[in-house]
């Protein structure tokens, strides 16, 4: 008996232990060996917005990914996302994460449809017109458009090496993606014809943008014996690539291969086209770098004189500028000697200039080779190619180079503006490095993209920085400000003073906007300490405003609008009290807080998780959440030690941070957790639905991304989405400095501006283009203009 509980327990304990395993499986194990490409998620909400809106991905991906925007777009997470894709004819793809109870939130999506298929546990959820399938399995959340896929999930599929690679992938890029390098879309960002017989080599690149940019790194994998391209570059040292010094500016696309010994390579060579080696010894031996563009080879050497002579059956044709040109007796020298590289039939006509040899098979062509170079009219010498320049390698095996015709070529999608693209190949041992730059490029003016569109003075001190209001007849943006005098200014957006209008008091937070009359005029609301405004587009008051309270108000003024039809809600904060106004300035009846004696802390906000409304603020150690009566919606148990800042909607969790610089969510149970960000008791943060930023001391982050600034007097980070883009502000009140970043914590070209107080980034004038608002003393605020 005691043998037989014995084994029971040990059985116990093996499944425990299986059963831990399980939901602890790394995602990415459930990948099944079909796979033929997979991308690595770090950043979603990048992802999500470049898979149709950037110039370049858009191109690459769309095709592949729009199918998965259904999914995409209503997942919550900041963990790694890995998306599987297969036969590309099908569109079939397989979304696999770590789940969490905020990650898929299916009540909060409108238009959805969703039915349990009980036989399978298997989920089936319609949004719009997208199906897709999707099921938790241990720790792991999966979602596909092909319910087979879903159904024969499992981790004992084997894919090593998609595996292996995952393991290498940059968790700091925005994305990764791993594919099989005869991949037809994928292989597109290496600029070169696939390899149609290497499926069972893989590419990894790490992927890194913004805007219309793009930058990546990665590997190419090839086997021990060479048959790849790449593994020509067995055995040789990669050198610096030469030719975009003599190659015109105008040259759509360049190929460079380079080696420290030709006939090394030649050897690899002869071996993937399984020739027998071409034991003639040429010219070539004395090279370091072959080029290709355009009607012409490039040949680099360190001794051109000694190139020139081993040249046989040349006879001197003409003179050009004292430059000798040369007919070559054997034109078809380059029409197969190089492949699968490049050919160039009929090689008439070759030239030296300085270290480099210049074969075309037209004059013309070679004789305007020529002159672009006596110009120095090249692609070195371009502000474009310089620009990208930066983030190349000094040397490479295999370089490309293609402007915005030859990108346009590549990606079969016309883009302009990216004149200077490169991808550089560095071989090592059985695999290369990849270095890859995408950058759209515009020469700058001397005041090398932001200008100061105007400065305006006012009659005193300002108190508080200045902010933008909608203006509803111009649809641009109007500037507020407000001085020591209570005296409150509108000022257009070219700068000129609007109104003045003279308040009882200092504002209390931000103005606000609302659309008392249903009519597309817009109206001011706020509050100062004593009164509630409501003022129209000439700073009149409205109605029966301002409302008079004799006890002092406390909070900004809070405004609601929950169904988003313009039945507005005014929440007036009086220490421990809470009035309720509508747009009229009507007492609301029907809303009762019961107070607990404490102190409101935070300004009161208004948040939809699905189709619920919650009113949150904090009121001593207690987080308040109520409904739109004032009754307590979720009851929060535990105490909180509130810090100043504010109360946000993050990861659909109400979340703020106590006075140990910790992060505390409540979800919509009341059950609270917190995370350690490392803050110190005096920090700030500000977030989205989706984006936290947080300082403290010296040091901002973003997201996962951190930027140590120099030490000062910093304000509170603020977040702006903006033509499709995130940014982030903070001024050093001390050394005077505004500081703007992008969401991948890169700071915006010519940055810091000089600046007194925080700064606000707006379309003041609908021109596409954004200024920032901030001070350049006491009583002046200044506009700069980004180009």
Sequence with gaps: MKRLVFLLV??????????????????????????????????????????????????????????????????????QLFIGLFDESKSDYLILTENDSTLFIIDSIQNHISETITEFKIQKTQIDSSVFYHKILGNVFAASNNIDLIKSLNTKHKNTGFTNLLETTEPKSVASVVFKSNSPSFSKLLFYKRDESSSRNYSVLDLNYSDNNLSYNGIITSSDSTEIKIDCFKNTVPQKTNTVKISPSSTDELLSIAFDDFSVFNRNLAQLNRLEIDSTQTFLKFTNEIALIKDAIILHSLDSDMVLETIENKLNLETFRDIDIYEYGNPDFFISRLKP???????????????????????????????????????????????????????????????????????????????????????????????????????????????????????????????????????AYDIAAQDVNNVLYLISSSGSVLWKKQLHGMILGKIEQIDTYKNGRLQLVFATSNRLYVLDRNGNDVGQFPLKFNDKITQPLSVFDYDKNKNYRLLVTQGKELLMYDAKGKSINGFKYQNNGS???????????????????????????????????????????????????????????????????????????????????????????????????????????????????????????????????????????????????????????????????????????????????SKTIVVYKLH
Excluded at 759 to 770: F, H, I, T, V, Y
């Design 10 to 79: 040990l059985f116990s304990i093996i499944m425990s232990c299986q059963k831990d395993y399980n939901k602890t499986e790394l995602s990415y194990k459930f990948l099944p060996s079909e796979t033929n490409t997979i991308i690595v998620v770090n950043e979603l909400n990048d992802f999500i917005k470049s898979i149709e809106n950037h110039d370049i991905l858009s191109g690459v991906y769309n095709k592949e990914l729009k199918t998965t925007s259904a999914v995409l777009e209503n997942l919550n997470t900041t963990k």
């Design 341 to 475: 590289f490049m050919e160039l039939e009929n090689a008439q006509y070759f030239s030296i200039f300085e270290n480099f040899i210049i074969f075309s098979n037209s004059l013309d062509t070679l004789k305007s080779i020529l002159t672009d170079a006596l110009n120095n009219n090249t692609i070195a010498n371009t502000d474009a190619f310089k620009h990208i320049s930066e983030n190349l390698s000094d040397e490479a095996s295999l370089f490309l180079f293609k402007n915005s015709e030859g990108l346009s070529n590549t990606l079969e999608k016309n883009v302009k503006g990216y004149n200077a693209n490169a991808v550089q190949y560095i071989y090592e041992d059985n695999y290369a490095h990849v270095h890859g730059v995408i950058q759209k490029f515009k020469k700058r003016g001397p005041s090398n993209s932001i200008t100061e569109a105007f400065t305006t003075s006012f009659d005193a001190e300002l108190v508080s920085a200045p902010q933008t209001v909608k203006n509803h007849i111009t649809k």
């Design 599 to 777: 102190n409101i802390t935070t300004q009161p906000k208004h948040f939809r998780i699905g189709s619920k409304d919650y009113i949150a603020f904090g009121a001593g150690e207690n987080l308040k959440i109520l409904n739109r009566q004032g009754s307590i919606r979720v009851n929060v148990k535990d105490k909180i030690s509130f810090s100043e800042n504010e109360l946000y909607l993050y990861q659909n969790k109400f979340t703020t941070t106590n006075n140990l610089g910790q992060l505390v969510q409540v979800d919509t149970k009341g059950k609270l957790s917190t995370k350690n960000l490392n803050l110190t008791n005096k920090h700030k943060i500000e977030t989205t639905s989706k984006t936290l930023v947080s300082m403290t001391e010296n040091k901002l982050n973003i997201k996962s991304r951190s930027i140590n600034l120099d030490y000062g007097d910093y304000t509170d980070p603020k977040i702006y989405y903006l033509n499709d883009k995130i940014y982030v502000t903070t001024t050093d009140l001390q050394s005077k400095k505004v500081y703007l970043f992008d969401s991948q914590a890169k700071a915006i070209p010519n940055f810091p501006v000089f600046g007194t107080s925080a700064a606000e980034l707006q379309e003041l004038d609908k021109d596409n283009g954004l200024e920032l608002i901030t001070q350049t003393d």
